[in-house]
Structure formats: C-alpha cells, structure tokens
Nanobody, 123 residues
Framework: QVQLVESAGGLVQAGGSLRLSCTASERTFRSDTMAWFRQAPGKERDFVAA????????YYADSVKGRFTISRDNAKNTVYLQMNSLKPEDTAVYYCAARGPGIFSRPVNYPYWGQGTQVTVSS
C-alpha cells in the first residue's frame, strides 16, 4: 500500500501563489506516476498535473498550463505543485494520487490517494 501525505493548503488572494507537497511512502514501480487532482463542491474530481519519478515527464490540464508547475524531489520521495496566478475558480480540495507507469487523467486509474487538502482563492 502506497501512502501519500499532503501538505496543508490554505487561503490565498487571487493572483497569489501557493505550493503543495505530497510525500510518498515509497518510490517504486507501482507509484511511478504521481498526480494532482482537484474537486470543487458539487463537481467531479478533475486532473490537474502529473509527473513520473523515473523520467520526470510532466503533463498538465489545459486550465492550469502556464500557471502551475509540478516537480519532484526523488531524494525526499516528494512531489510539489507550485501554483501561481491563482484564480477563484482554482478553489477546491486538492488530492495527490499515485499509480504505476503511464500518465492518465481519470481518477479511476489511480489506486492510491492522499487525504486531500483545501485550497481557497478569494477574489
């Protein structure tokens, strides 16, 4: 079982920045792809970004391209999501997720999940 522990989110004004982190209990084949999803109240859980431990390949949802950056620190088993130019519509619970090799954008493809952390962007 891969365990994922996310950092605390927070409240930030529109245009501001916030960095989330997610530390994995292991960095192995079955957790090669690390991803961030988010879920706003009453909405589905949406893909935000993903990165692979092995190659460092990244992939972003169109809604966050140019504003969010996903990165990894292999030595710390930690993935980061740097969020800049935040908008009120970025308000959601953000979840870290992991799976084996391959980047997928559907939550059903990820067997391991963090507890979620709230990010609120005020206008």
């Amino acid at each position: 079982q891969v365990q994922l522990v996310e950092s605390a989110g927070g409240l930030v004004q529109a245009g501001g920045s916030l960095r989330l982190s997610c530390t994995a209990s292991e960095r192995t084949f079955r957790s090669d792809t690390m991803a961030w999803f988010r879920q706003a109240p009453g909405k589905e859980r949406d893909f935000v970004a993903a990165i692979t431990w092995s190659e460092g390949n990244t992939y972003y949802a169109d809604s966050v391209k140019g504003r969010f950056t996903i990165s990894r620190d292999n030595a710390k088993n930690t993935v980061y999501l740097q969020m800049n130019s935040l908008k009120p519509e970025d308000t959601a619970v953000y979840y870290c997720a992991a799976r084996g090799p391959g980047i997928f954008s559907r939550p059903v493809n990820y067997p391991y999940w963090g507890q979620g952390t709230q990010v609120t962007v005020s206008s």
